[in-house]
């Protein structure tokens, strides 16, 4: 039987788990960058299931593959080979130029596999070389040591004691980083564009001068791409802008479209630390999570980055314009590609329960920070879309 809204709002005070601040909607499907409430209520969807539907709902190519795939063989443990985790690994690592692939389920998986992965490769150099410095207003995962890794104290209050070994740096400034850098530093964890912590893009020499100085300690650069990876910047991976490589990048997100998935990639040079019984994991990298990401990966063709970067761009001006009418109200427009963010001079919450009222599904993150992270098929009518819904609701509150 067809539950109301309000039935189902009950039953999740009732039953679960009251972790998440939820909008107050039940949304029932979805059709490219729309999705539909129970109320038959149509809205324009640029949060993305949080950069999650890289191909917005419903593309034929991802549903069947999910679809032909769920009818062969859902899972099968990892104690067996299977073609389509051979083929997103070959995919992935080809992306990395060369390398191995771990599949897990989630972003803090794939963190929590690439910072064991990092100690055990340390390990072999020396023992106490184990320290990861990790940037201030970072996101890295709900883990015990994807939380500790994470550099935002509200997160992991309560919940010690936590893993030892984990400091922190303002993200952007090299030279407070090459302060804290030394031999017993075992990896220097960043995001390459901060997500959660308000979209914040690093200076354009900064990758660079830390990849040297981790040459130059022995110390392994992971770069978190959970969020701004998987072509979201018009790259496929966000540190191809900075022209770096990372020892290890995690991913996750928008790997499979929405089915859950995680991974890490490593160079060889690293990889080699990992045996047999070191690491694990029951579902990662199933047939059904692995069929999506084929699926993901094979749409991501040069000419769908392109046209990420272009409707990046073109979305970023129009964010622009707007700042320009709204100057006291918008103090910064940032991002790269499909990752936007807009800072403004005072809480972002109701301006999103404005813009969900509008039928415009956005977010704000560190309190102040219009996020948009829409499906990366998002179309220019779709943005001018989003820019009417703004361009109604903000001025109500500036
Ligand atoms: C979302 C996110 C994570 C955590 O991913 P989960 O799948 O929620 O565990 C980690 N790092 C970054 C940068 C993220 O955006």
């Known amino acids: 039987m067809r539950k109301t809204d309000e039935q189902i709002y009950e039953i999740d005070a009732r039953d679960y788990l009251p972790v998440f601040a939820r909008y107050k909607i039940v949304l029932d499907h979805g059709e490219g960058v729309y999705v539909y409430d129970t109320q038959g209520k149509k809205y324009i969807d640029f949060l993305g299931g949080i950069a999650v539907n890289v191909l917005g709902h419903g593309y034929p190519a991802l549903v069947n593959a999910v679809a032909s795939q769920a009818k062969k063989m859902i899972h099968c443990s990892n104690l067996y080979y299977t073609q389509t985790q051979a083929d997103a690994a070959a995919k992935l690592a080809a992306r990395f130029g060369g390398g191995k692939v771990f599949f897990g389920n989630s972003g803090a998986e794939a963190n929590e596999g690439a910072i064991k992965l990092a100690r055990k490769y340390a390990h072999t150099i020396s023992k106490d070389k184990s320290e990861i410095i990790c940037a201030w207003h970072s996101f890295h995962g709900r883990t015990l040591a994807t939380l500790t890794a994470t550099g935002q104290p509200k997160y992991q209050e309560g919940f010690g004691p936590l893993p030892e ?60 791409e959970i969020q701004s990876g998987m072509g979201r910047t018009g790259k496929f991976f966000a540190y191809e802008h900075f022209n770096v490589k990372p020892d290890i990048v995690t991913l996750a997100k928008g790997l499979a479209g929405g089915v859950p998935i995680g991974a890490f990639i490593a160079t060889n040079k690293v990889a080699v630390a990992f045996h047999a019984g070191d690491h694990g994991s029951t579902f990662g990298g199933n ?109 109500r509150f500036a």
């Open 165 to 224: 070994g984990f400091s922190y740096v303002d993200f952007g400034d090299y030279d407070a980083l090459e302060k804290m850098v030394s031999e017993k530093t075992c990896a220097v964890m960043l995001e390459t564009i901060q997500g959660e912590g308000g979209v914040h893009v690093p200076p354009k020499d900064y990758f660079k001068k830390v990849r040297t100085l981790c040459n130059k300690y022995g110390a392994l650069l992971i770069l978190d």
């Open 287 to 395: 047939p059904l999570a692995c069929a999506a990401a084929n699926a993901v990966l094979d749409a991501m063709t040069p000419e769908f980055l392109e046209n990420v970067e272009k409707m990046g761009e073109y979305f970023k001006e129009r964010l622009l314009a707007l700042q320009k009418k709204l100057p006291w109200f918008i103090k910064e427009v940032r991002g790269s590609g499909l990752i936007l963010g807009m800072e403004l001079t005072k809480e972002g919450r109701d301006v999103v329960n404005a813009c969900l009222e509008e039928g415009a599904i956005i977010n704000c993150t560190a309190g102040n920070v219009l996020r948009f992270v829409p499906p990366l098929i998002v179309t220019k009518s779709e943005i001018d879309e989003v820019m009417n819904v703004l361009e109604r609701v903000l001025p």
